[in-house]
């Protein structure tokens, strides 16, 4: 059964950058037939699409965060990152990483992680 | 403001049918596939329909999707306490160029 489990840093200090890892176990994540996301959710925007990465590195982010965002994927630790800069009070929220499969008609996130709280205070 | 609406609320009582619109616009529900998710008090998310209305293994046909025009419906049937939840619908928008989720909908069974 894949798994998939954030970690990092619950508190993070504005205008610092937050970093979270997401570890995949019970499966691959050198897989061309996946790409491996970020969703957080906040009581004020709910859900929120971050962005995707492929085994390979390649990226879509959403636009609204772009300038702030980056992600990366190590395939030796079965590990993909999430990094944002600049952070304020509403980023402050609860981060999950998922698995998009390729394989169907749309996209869609078939596992999740459990979620980690960051709450961005001084 | 979410991009897709979602009731914020709906309830039903043991064994009854309820269904959860979720409405969007031509760029989003109206040329993509729509999945639906469901998010128990404390759990992360699980995926209940993709595609539109296709089941992954697992998920009991009590469950299903729809989806016409620019709306897509979520039912369930034979309603179980256990199915009191959160549940969000999602799809790619190609305007905004980003994954977009509905507001969710809190489901009582009274």
């Known amino acids: 059964q894949l798994q998939l489990q954030e970690s990092g840093p619950g508190l993070v200090k504005p205008s610092e950058t937050l970093s979270l890892t997401c570890t995949v176990s019970g499966g691959s994540i050198n897989s061309r037939s996946h790409y491996w996301g970020w969703v957080r959710q906040s009581p004020e925007k709910g859900l929120e699409w971050i962005g995707i990465?492929?085994?390979?590195?390649?990226?879509n982010y959403n636009v609204s965060l772009k300038s702030r965002v980056s992600m990366s994927v190590d395939p030796s630790k079965s590990q993909f990152s999430l990094r944002l800069s600049s952070v304020t009070a509403a980023d402050t929220a609860v981060y999950y990483c998922?698995?998009?499969?390729?394989?169907?008609?749309?996209?869609?996130?078939?596992?999740w992680g459990q979620g980690t709280l960051v709450t961005v205070s001084s | 403001q979410s991009v897709l609406t979602q009731p914020p609320s709906v309830s039903a009582a043991p064994g009854q049918r309820v269904t959860i619109s979720c409405s969007g616009s031509?760029?989003?529900?109206?040329?993509?596939?729509v999945s639906w998710y469901q998010r128990l008090p404390g759990a992360a998310p699980k995926l209940l329909i993709y595609d539109n209305n296709k089941r992954p293994s697992g998920i009991p046909d009590r469950f299903s999707g729809s989806k016409s025009g620019t709306s897509a419906t979520l039912g369930i049937t034979g309603l179980q306490t256990g199915d009191e939840a959160e549940y969000y619908c999602g799809t790619w928008d190609s305007s905004l160029s980003a994954w977009v989720f509905g507001g969710g909908t809190k489901l009582t069974v009274l």
């Open positions: 998922a698995r998009i499969p390729l394989t169907g008609q749309g996209y869609y996130f078939d596992y």
């Open positions: 990465i492929s085994y390979a590195g390649n990226t």
């Open positions: 031509s760029s989003n529900i109206g040329n993509n596939y």
